[in-house]
């Protein structure tokens, strides 16, 4: 049995879904924004209000939801991977995260 989850994807530009309800690992999912549609199976148990990788994200690479950056990835996220504190880092409000124009 196929089932549609619930999920969304607020802006084209986002690297991350966020699941609306929970959804098991091995499940694909397909999400959809203004005319960019991605088919994803994610890699683990996904809760409901958590995110998860929607493409590839390098290490280094900020981290993309709602069209806001919402931290830094710590290390390479695949698609359908769980996306948390686990493989991000925040960045807002950190001094030594300041780009200081010289």
Same mark, same amino acid.
Request: charged share 25%; hydrophobic share 40%.
């Given at each position: 049995?196929? =089932? +549609?989850?619930?999920?969304?994807?607020? =802006?084209?530009?986002?690297? @991350?879904?966020?699941?609306?309800? +929970?959804?098991?690992? *091995?499940?694909? #999912?397909? @999400?959809?924004?203004? /005319?960019? +549609?991605? $088919?994803?199976? %994610? %890699?683990?148990?996904?809760?409901?209000? !958590? =995110?998860?990788? @929607?493409? %590839?994200? $390098?290490? /280094? $690479?900020? &981290?993309?939801?709602?069209?806001? #950056?919402? /931290?830094?990835?710590?290390? *390479?996220?695949?698609?359908?991977?769980? #996306? !948390? #504190? !686990?493989? &991000?880092? /925040?960045?807002?409000?950190?001094?030594?995260?300041?780009?200081? *124009? =010289?």
């Amino acid at each position: 049995m196929i =089932k +549609n989850y619930k999920t969304i994807l607020m =802006k084209p530009e986002d690297l @991350v879904a966020t699941a609306l309800e +929970n959804i098991p690992a *091995n499940a694909i #999912v397909t @999400v959809s924004c203004r /005319g960019k +549609n991605l $088919t994803i199976e %994610l %890699l683990e148990d996904i809760e409901f209000g !958590h =995110k998860f990788a @929607v493409t %590839l994200i $390098t290490e /280094g $690479t900020d &981290i993309l939801k709602y069209g806001e #950056v919402i /931290g830094r990835a710590s290390q *390479n996220i695949e698609p359908g991977a769980h #996306v !948390h #504190v !686990h493989n &991000i880092e /925040g960045i807002r409000g950190r001094g030594d995260q300041i780009e200081i *124009n =010289k």
